[in-house]
């Protein structure tokens, strides 16, 4: 016998739950009809859902068994829900997804035949087309990559989702990252493993709407940058240096100028770039040290990464 549990994060997911568990459903029963020795348990998080998808969860629980759910005291955001996921997941494999469809189920049987036949570690779905994306959403997204993969040690798949099928080994090497300042793309290629990627074109939300804007995903994407790499850091490092050798080229300019001229009034407006630069450089560098010092000091805390108003396990 194996148990494959089917992790779901679900915020305000009411309209498109029923959706997804016929589709669910219609997958994995074909699933154990071909693999009798196969059965499923289904776990959903209620990221602290403003809508009826708790109430929803309960009727599905109450029906089946197999349907089971972590409801969250407050909504904690999909990385917290991943974490609960996972580590209330029993199954000898883990299937993480959406619930809006968009990581379709018919994939399913495909990553099953990629970990369990040809014995990758996991699979997981990569778009290939960001059709239906706005293209400048596309734009700061493939950016995302490229500097993410320029700067830090851990290289991200581009277009690589959270759509995965995992084997047990690596769940558990997720789960041992208990780090409060999550981001599952970088912990997903951080743990290492073989990884089948699947190409997928993108597909849109069956209902419901989504609760990405552009402030979030770049809020994501500074987390991703921190959250890996410390390259941002020496950043400051990288300008102190430039804008010392600027200082000494100029030294030297403006005295050859006066031993030969005799001048020494210098200009207002070159003055005035050169405080603004410094000032920028300065500003900047700081900034990027707050970034890792908030970092660092929510890490120090050791808050829960969520928690559990109530469950059916
Ligand atoms: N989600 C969550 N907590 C949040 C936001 C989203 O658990 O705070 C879930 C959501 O219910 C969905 C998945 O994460 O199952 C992906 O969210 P969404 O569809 O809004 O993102 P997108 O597909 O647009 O990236
Ligand atoms: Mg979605």
Same mark, same amino acid.
């Given at each position: 016998? /194996? ?21 669910? %459903?219609?997958?994995? @029963? ?24 708790? /109430? ?7 029906? @089946? ?23 209330? =997941? ?11 469809? !968009? +990581?379709?189920?018919?994939? *399913? ?5 990629? #970990?369990?036949?040809? @014995?990758?570690?996991?699979? =997981?779905?990569?778009? #290939? ?7 400048? %959403? ?17 290289? #991200?798949? &581009?277009? =690589? ?14 789960? &041992?990252? &208990?780090?409060? /300042? ?14 089948? $990627? ?12 989504? &609760? ?8 994501? /994407? *500074? ?22 050798? =600027?200082?000494? #080229? ?17 200009? $207002? ?6 405080? %603004? ?14 970034? $890792?010092?908030?970092?660092? $000091?929510?890490?120090?805390? +050791? ?7 109530? !469950?059916?396990?």
């Amino acid at each position: 016998m /194996s148990l494959i549990s089917i992790v779901v994060p679900c915020y305000n997911e009411e309209a498109v739950l029923p959706f997804f568990r016929d589709e669910i %459903l219609k997958i994995t @029963d074909g699933m154990i009809e071909k693999s009798p020795e196969l059965s499923f348990e289904f776990l959903f998080i209620n990221d602290g859902s403003a809508d009826k998808t708790l /109430s929803v969860l309960r009727e599905y629980g109450e029906a @089946d068994e197999r349907f089971k759910y972590v409801s969250f005291s407050r909504n904690f955001g999909k990385e917290s829900a991943i974490y609960a996921g996972l580590s209330n =997941a029993k199954g000898d494999y883990v299937v993480l997804m959406d619930a809006d469809l !968009q +990581h379709p189920p018919e994939i *399913i049987p495909e990553m099953y035949k990629a #970990v369990v036949e040809d @014995d990758f570690d996991c699979a =997981a779905t990569r778009r #290939v087309s960001r059709s239906g994306d706005s293209k400048v %959403l596309s734009f700061f997204s493939n950016s995302f990559y490229k500097i993410n993969n320029a700067i830090s040690p851990t290289s #991200v798949m &581009s277009g =690589a989702q959270d759509f995965r099928f995992m084997k047990r080994r690596m769940v558990d090497a997720i789960l &041992s990252m &208990s780090e409060y /300042s999550r981001f599952s793309k970088g912990i997903f290629a951080w743990v290492g493993f073989d990884t089948r $990627y699947i190409e997928v074109k993108n597909t849109p939300r069956k209902a419901g709407k989504t &609760s990405w804007n552009f402030g979030k995903l770049l809020s994501y /994407s *500074i987390d991703g940058f921190t959250g890996f790499s410390t390259a941002p850091l020496r950043l400051a490092s990288f300008l102190g240096i430039l804008s010392c050798i =600027a200082a000494v #080229v100029a030294t030297v300019i403006i005295l050859i100028r006066f031993i030969i001229t005799g001048e020494t009034s210098g200009g $207002y407006y070159t003055l005035l770039c050169t405080i %603004l630069l410094l000032g920028g450089f300065q500003l900047l560098s700081i900034g990027i040290l707050g970034e $890792y010092l908030s970092k660092t $000091y929510l890490e120090t805390k +050791h808050r829960p990464i969520y928690i559990v108003k109530e !469950q059916k396990l």
